[in-house]
C-alpha cells in the first residue's frame, strides 16, 4: 500500500492543525493565568482562533478531497475508454482523424436523404349559419 502526494498533503495538514491548535490553547492558558480574574478579550480570541483553525482545515480538507475524487474519476474513464477500445481497435482499422468526407458532402447526402416535411391536413370551413357564442 504506497501513500500518494495527496495523501501526505492530507496528514500535513492534520499536522499543522493540530500545532495550531496546541500554540493557541497555550496562548489562552498563558494569558489567562497571567491575568487577575477571567479576562473576557483572550478568551475571545481563543474562540474566534479556534473557528478559524476550524474553517481552514476544512477547506484545505475538501479542496483534497475534491482533488482525490477527480484524480480518482479520470483514472475510471481512462480504463474503461482502454476497455472500451480494446476489441474496437482489434476488429477495425483506425482511420486519419482528417480522411473522412467534407461537411458539404455530408449535408448535401443529408439533404438528399430527407423527405419532404408533411403538412397538417387544414380545416374545414365554417358552416356559415352557426355562430361561436353560446346563446342563453
Same mark, same amino acid.
Given at each position: !500500500?504506497?501513500?500518494?502526494? !495527496?495523501?501526505?498533503?492530507?496528514?500535513? /495538514? @492534520? /499536522?499543522?492543525?493540530?500545532?495550531?491548535?496546541?500554540?493557541?490553547?497555550?496562548? !489562552?492558558?498563558?494569558?489567562?493565568?497571567?491575568?487577575?480574574?477571567?479576562?473576557?478579550?483572550? #478568551?475571545?480570541?481563543? #474562540?474566534?482562533?479556534?473557528?478559524?483553525?476550524?474553517?481552514? &482545515?476544512? @477547506?484545505?480538507? *475538501?479542496?483534497?478531497?475534491?482533488?482525490?475524487? *477527480?484524480?480518482?474519476?479520470?483514472? &475510471?474513464?481512462?480504463?474503461?475508454?482502454?476497455?472500451?477500445?480494446?476489441?474496437?481497435?482489434?476488429?477495425?482499422?483506425?482511420?486519419?482523424?482528417?480522411?473522412?468526407?467534407?461537411?458539404?458532402?455530408? /449535408?448535401?447526402?443529408?439533404? *438528399?436523404?430527407?423527405?419532404?416535411?408533411?403538412?397538417?391536413?387544414?380545416?374545414?370551413?365554417?358552416? &356559415?349559419?352557426? #355562430?361561436?357564442? @353560446?346563446?342563453?
Amino acid at each position: !500500500m504506497r501513500a500518494d502526494i !495527496m495523501t501526505w498533503v492530507n496528514r500535513a /495538514v @492534520a /499536522v499543522v492543525f493540530l500545532i495550531g491548535l496546541l500554540a493557541l490553547l497555550g496562548v !489562552m492558558v498563558v494569558l489567562i493565568r497571567s491575568a487577575e480574574g477571567v479576562p473576557p478579550l483572550p #478568551v475571545f480570541i481563543g #474562540v474566534i482562533g479556534l473557528v478559524g483553525l476550524i474553517l481552514l &482545515a476544512g @477547506a484545505c480538507l *475538501a479542496l483534497i478531497s475534491v482533488a482525490l475524487s *477527480a484524480r480518482r474519476g479520470a483514472e &475510471a474513464l481512462e480504463r474503461l475508454s482502454r476497455a472500451e477500445a480494446a476489441p474496437r481497435l482489434a476488429s477495425e482499422k483506425v482511420k486519419a482523424p482528417f480522411d473522412g468526407p467534407s461537411l458539404r458532402e455530408v /449535408v448535401k447526402e443529408a439533404q *438528399a436523404d430527407a423527405e419532404p416535411p408533411v403538412k397538417a391536413p387544414s380545416r374545414p370551413d365554417r358552416p &356559415a349559419g352557426r #355562430v361561436l357564442v @353560446a346563446q342563453r
